[in-house]
């Protein structure tokens, strides 16, 4: 019983920077890793960023790495995907995901989801 959900999408320009926040609600003492996945239309979703039960430990794509920040705040149950330097190749809806308890960064499969926000770069 946990639910999240995703907020702080919206329309840039190529540069500019938007922060995302997943909310957790319910019981969010099950939810341990968290990260973020994004999807094109058309395209397969993939995996952006994650981050580690404490906040201690995150792994980010290849293709984010140096441009994007996730982070935690357990105490408010929220996650933030900071996203700076924005390219329109970063065009797509981004998820919150959530492993079950035990799961780590390298382990375990993401079983909560939320519902999406959409992030649009113009050129």
């Known amino acids: 019983q946990v639910q999240l959900v995703e907020s702080g999408g919206g329309l840039v320009q190529t540069g500019g920077s938007l922060r995302l926040s997943c909310a957790a609600s319910g019981r969010t003492s099950l939810v341990s890793a968290m990260g973020w996945f994004r999807q094109a239309p058309g395209q397969e979703r993939v995996f952006v960023a994650a981050i580690s039960a404490s906040g201690t430990g995150t792994v980010y794509a290849d293709s984010v790495k140096g441009r994007f920040s996730i982070s935690r705040d357990s105490a408010k149950n929220t996650m933030y995907l900071q996203m700076n330097s924005l390219k329109p190749e970063d065009t797509a809806a981004y998820y919150c995901?959530?492993?079950?308890?035990?799961?780590?960064?390298?382990?375990?499969?993401?079983?909560?989801w939320g519902q999406g926000t959409q992030v649009t770069v113009s050129s």
């Open positions: 995901a959530g492993k079950g308890p035990w799961g780590t960064v390298s382990n375990g499969d993401y079983i909560y």
